[in-house]
Structure formats: C-alpha cells, structure tokens
C-alpha cells in the first residue's frame, strides 16, 4: 500500500505542476483531453477553450529522460524557414512543459486512407519541402557521421537478433561494423542537411488552407541532427508504418533527383546505403520496445522493416556485406514473431 501511495502523490504532484503551469498562462479554464502516445515517453493533451479554440500541451520531464528544448529550439528554426512546425505558445523548460499549437489530425496517413487520389500529391509536397530544408544553413546539429551510424547499426544484433535467437554475434557484428563504416564513408558525401529523422506519414500533416511547402505541418523533430540529403528520404519512402507503392517511391526519387539536380548515380547508392542501415536500427528498436516496455504492436511492423532492409541489401553498393548479414539476421518467421513478441 505505501508503494501505491507513493506513486499517486508522484501522480499528483506532476499534475499540480501542470496546473501551475496552464494557470500561469492562462490556459487552466481549457478542457484537457489525451493525445495518441508516440514510441517515446513524451505525454501530449489537446487542450480546448469554450470557443472551439485549441492548442497542444507536450508533458516530457527530465525524470522520464525527457528535454523539452531542443523541440523549442528546432521549431523556430524551422518557422523561420517557412516551414509548419508548431508555434511555441508557452514554455518551461525546467518543468519538460510545452505548450505548442495544434496542427489538427489531419495526418497523411488519414487522409490517404480517406482518398487515395492524394496520396501522390501528399509524397509530392513532402519532398517539395525537403528540398527546401536542403537548401537552407544547417543549424548547429550534431553529426551523422559514417562511425556514428555504424555504431547505430548494432542494435538488429544486440536487440533484435538476441531476441530471436539469445546471442548477440558480437564477433560478426563488430568486422560488420568496420566494413560497414567504410561502406558508408564512401558513399555518404556532400555537404550536411538539416535530418528530421522520422520524416514519415504519421509525423506530417495535411494543411491545404496555407500556401506553398507550408502546407506540410512538421512534428516530432526534436531528434534532428545534420546527415546526408537522402536519408530523410528514406524515412518518408520506406516508412515502417505504412506500405508506400514501390512506384511512388521511385516517382518520389526521380522528383528529388529532378527538383535539386544531384548526381543521380551517388544519390541512389547512398539511399540503398541509409535504407539499409535505417532498417536495421529499426529492427533492433522494435524488439527493445516490445521486450522492455511491453508496446508488443510494433513487432507487427517487422516483417515490413524486413523487407526493406532485404531490398536494400540487392544494391551493388553493398554488395561486400549482403550474403553475410542475411546469415547473421534472422528472417521474421511466425516463430522468431512469436519470441519478438514474447
């Protein structure tokens, strides 16, 4: 009884930190209501005034790991780019407290399930915007550099292949990694971009009454670092979350290719590149969410991720490490799903 005590005092005490916090600017008349969670343990409410107004309250403090300024910090950053990240309405940083505007529910992925007719203009002014970003000053952001990613690369391993099959091949994984960095250093050139890294269709939002690539609402961007032109590319086109048609993903290179004149050979190499080592980031993060903290629904994205990184593999480019890591991942078979899942 006493933990239990304890823990609604905890409960409690963070909701009079909330109330102090809404009072304090003017929002503690407004109905609150829980936003859908995303992979992370930020908490969202979407507050609502007597007149229909609205705005988004981000609960993310530092005793749940959380940091709520580079999300503030990003977001004037891309405002000022005319992009449509949300507008900062309040902010205590020392608290993990945003208030931040609402952009609606208007996800990509909702309107593509309501009309598949707009799926193609939807990828359309997703790269439209990123172009754009491309083409901006790159803020102060750490790094993708190819060691970096290639330490990234060991959760399929550590996380992923130990779930399925209870060792982690460190040997294999670490002659991967070294391989795999040089794999990277020589296909990842070229100037640093502004990387969203979750630059998918449950991260934008359709907003056709704003003009231009203000039409595209931002979110979940507090993550940012400097990387490579393709790799939020890839992170649109080959979404965990949703089957993007192997058509409009070439439709969506071509675009990228067109609109920015890149050298078109570099660019799809270094896309099959990032896919490759995305994907298994990926597959190691779905296994850690579902086996440590319970959210077992993302294993049924795995055989997608899968599939992904398996394409990405039939590039030339990785040609040297293709064979080997095959062996050492295993496939999602119904039972490796099953121990995922476990």
């Known amino acids: 009884m006493e933990h239990t005590s304890r823990r609604d005092h905890a409960m409690t005490t963070r909701e009079i930190e909330i109330a102090r916090f809404l009072a304090a600017h003017g929002y503690s008349s407004w109905n609150a209501a829980p936003l859908a969670s995303d992979a992370s343990s930020r ?11 609205s705005a988004v309250l981000m609960d993310w403090p530092a005793v749940d790991g959380g940091d709520t300024r580079p999300f503030a910090v990003l977001a004037e950053y891309l405002r000022a780019l005319g992009v449509s990240a949300p507008a900062i309405l309040a902010q205590d940083h020392a608290q993990g407290l945003l208030l931040i505007e609402d952009l609606g529910d208007a996800l990509f992925t909702e309107v593509i399930a309501d009309d598949l007719t707009m799926e193609l203009p939807l990828y359309e002014a997703a790269v439209d915007l990123l172009v754009r970003l491309h083409d901006a000053k790159v803020p102060d952001l750490p790094s993708l550099e190819p060691r970096i990613m290639a330490d990234m690369t060991a959760l399929a391993f550590s996380e992923y292949r130990y779930t399925v099959l209870g060792d982690t091949a460190d040997q294999i994984r670490m002659q991967f990694e070294q391989r795999f960095e040089a794999i990277l250093g020589d296909h990842l050139d070229g100037d640093m971009v502004f990387v969203h890294r979750d630059f998918h269709a449950q991260n934008l939002l359709w907003l056709p009454e704003r003009q231009g ?33 192997a058509g409009v993903e070439m439709q969506m290179i071509d675009h990228y290719i067109r609109q920015t004149g890149v050298d078109e050979s570099r660019f799809r190499s270094a896309y099959a590149v990032i896919g490759v080592q995305r994907n298994m980031r990926i597959l190691g993060i779905f296994a850690r969410l579902s086996k440590q903290f319970g959210k077992h629904h993302y294993i049924d994205l795995v055989p997608r991720v899968w599939d992904h990184f398996e394409r990405g593999l039939s590039h030339p480019a990785l040609a040297s ?19 995922l899942r476990a």
């Open 43 to 53: 908490r969202y409410q979407r507050l609502t005034s007597q007149t229909g107004d």
């Open 321 to 339: 490490v293709a064979e080997e890591l095959l062996s050492a991942l295993p496939a999602p078979t119904p039972e490796a799903m099953e121990r």
């Open 213 to 245: 690539i203000a039409k595209v609402g931002v979110i979940d961007f507090q993550d940012a670092k400097a990387g490579h032109l393709a790799y939020d590319l890839v992170s649109l086109l080959q979404d965990a979350r949703r089957d993007v048609p």
